[in-house]
């Protein structure tokens, strides 16, 4: 590591120790400010632009916590810059504030964090069955509140991509970018496979090529989602049991069968998404730090479900093996 630079020395100070650095490497540099009450670190910084360094990169938008810009890690815990008061961290401590470490640095505090949407494309976006005959002649559809709320929890997701970020199947191997989606993902994927008019089955896919199973229920996701997500315990978990129930269990195809909740197969739902919309579409070429997932196929990875046999996965119309 470079030598640390210091700058600035009063009395009634706070001292950020920030990375200053791009792709081709840096250093952390340490700023010293008078302190100032009911501030957060992202007030702090944007002192620090104000007097010292006004080349620092940093991205915000809404100082509110609520449009997922401002993610750093702060003292190694990923936070909000935004949402972390300095009253609340060690006083007369220095304050470290680092980018996330799972993303490629731009500059400074920025990282591209485009591995996540390459990541949200590869999810089949929501197919609603039709309506029935009351549906329509309500002129809408009729869902249970409880399925309605039960939703709303992962819609609450800022994308600010702390889970992403801390999650080791990724921090720690770069190499399983190539399949995993990441907890944010899975919780778009539980949002979209527990909507009661969706018909799209995802599962072969969350297990084939998005590494659901890679997943160790760590819960490192949950403990930094800045809107409490019960990231493992409502999302991963009820997946991983849906994975398990469409490849193993004959009662649960049989419940489905008599309570005709079928759905599409993997297959079905990866011909259709492009239709859809964009959410399923692959990315024509190798973004930076997101290695296509099988080079040498040719459809992408909702091609390569298609052409999977979906054996394991079996369709609503015949019984798995038991
Ligand atoms: S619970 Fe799973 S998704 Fe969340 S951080 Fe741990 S391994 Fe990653
Ligand atoms: S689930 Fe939570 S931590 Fe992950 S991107 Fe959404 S808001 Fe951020
Ligand atoms: S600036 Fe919007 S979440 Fe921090």
Redesign the pocket.
Known sequence: MAEEIVRGTQSGEVTLRIWRGDQDGGAFEEYVMPAQEGEVVLDVIHRVQATSAPDLACRWNCKAGKCGSCSAEINGRPSLMCMTRMDTLPPGETVTVAPMRSFPIIRDLVTDVSFNYEMAKRIPPLLPRSRTEDEEAAGGYRMAQMDVDRSQEFRKCIECYL?QN????TRDHEENKTAYA??RY?IRSAELEMHPLDTNDRRQLLQEEQGLG?????????EVCPEHIK??DNA?IPLKERVVDAKYDPVAWLGRKILNRTKRTAAEAAVSAPAQGPAAVRPSEEVRGVPLPHPHDTGGAVAAAVAAPPATFPGDDAPPDA
């Open positions: 889970c801390v999650c080791h199947v990441g907890p899975f890679k997943c160790n229920i760590t819960k490192c996701c949950t990231i493992t991963i």
